[in-house]
């Protein structure tokens, strides 16, 4: 059974910083591209970034290119989003997500909580 | 990239039909085949409903299905059962590499 499970989210106040981890289990993580996906107070669902099962391609919105940088450690079936320079803007429920053919996320994880206020 | 369009909320009555719509540009949804669909009860993971515009992944509902015509993209969730009610987000790959979600829209089963 595929499972993902977000931590790493929490209060921040804005221009800091915060790391966001997803553990993945259930199936070959290596093979997989992941992505993190993002969903703000009462708004809908926000693609954010995702990387290549080898790590060595990564892609971002325009909204956080330049202060997000998403990594992976395959040897830990691990996938992480660096959070720099946050903004209030950017609170919101943060999603990884398994990609799948090419353009789908076919798993998803419950989510991490992240508040950027001061 | 702007969200893609959907109606806030929809809703039908256990037993009947709705569809929920999702406009985009011919940089996303009317460029690509490669619209999908996601049923999202709040508090827990999204749920994978369709891909390539209207194909179900293994274990989905034959109650919902997909469609596409020009720029916009539907969802019709056939047979209405009180579970269904959620939220319900398309998304397209688009021209620049990346993806666009839509809005999002509430479904009520009345």
């Known amino acids: 059974e595929v499972q993902l499970l977000e931590s790493g989210g929490g209060l921040v106040q804005p221009g800091g910083s915060l790391r966001l981890s997803c553990a993945a289990s259930?199936?070959?993580?290596?093979?997989?591209?992941m992505n993190w996906v993002r969903q703000a107070p009462g708004m809908g669902l926000e693609w954010v970034s995702v990387?290549?099962?080898?790590?060595?391609?990564?892609y971002y919105a325009d909204s956080v290119k330049g202060r997000f940088t998403i990594s992976r450690d395959n040897s830990k079936n691990t996938l992480y989003l660096q959070m720099n320079s946050l903004r209030a803007e950017d609170t919101a429920i943060y999603y990884c997500?398994?990609?799948?053919?090419?353009?789908?996320?076919?798993?998803w994880g419950q989510g991490t909580l992240v508040t950027v206020s001061s | 990239q702007s969200a893609l369009t959907q109606p806030a909320s929809v809703s039908g009555s256990p037993g009947q039909s709705i569809t929920i719509s999702c406009t985009g540009t011919?940089?996303?949804?009317?460029?690509?085949?490669?619209v999908s669909w996601y049923q999202h009860h709040p508090g827990k993971a999204p749920k994978f409903m369709i891909y390539?515009?209207?194909k179900r992944p293994s274990g989905v509902s034959n109650r919902f299905s997909g469609s596409k015509s020009g720029n916009t993209a539907s969802l019709t969730i056939s047979g209405l059962q009180a579970e269904d009610e959620a939220d319900y987000y398309c998304?397209?790959?688009?021209?620049?590499?990346?993806?666009?979600f839509g809005g999002g829209t509430k479904l009520t089963v009345l």
């Open positions: 997500a398994k990609k799948w053919a090419n353009y789908y996320f076919d798993y």
């Open positions: 259930g199936f070959t993580f290596s093979t997989y591209a």
């Open positions: 990387i290549s099962g080898s790590g060595d391609s990564t």
């Open positions: 011919s940089s996303d949804v009317g460029g690509y085949n490669s």
């Open positions: 390539d515009v209207s």
């Open positions: 998304s397209s790959y688009t021209s620049s590499s990346t993806w666009v």
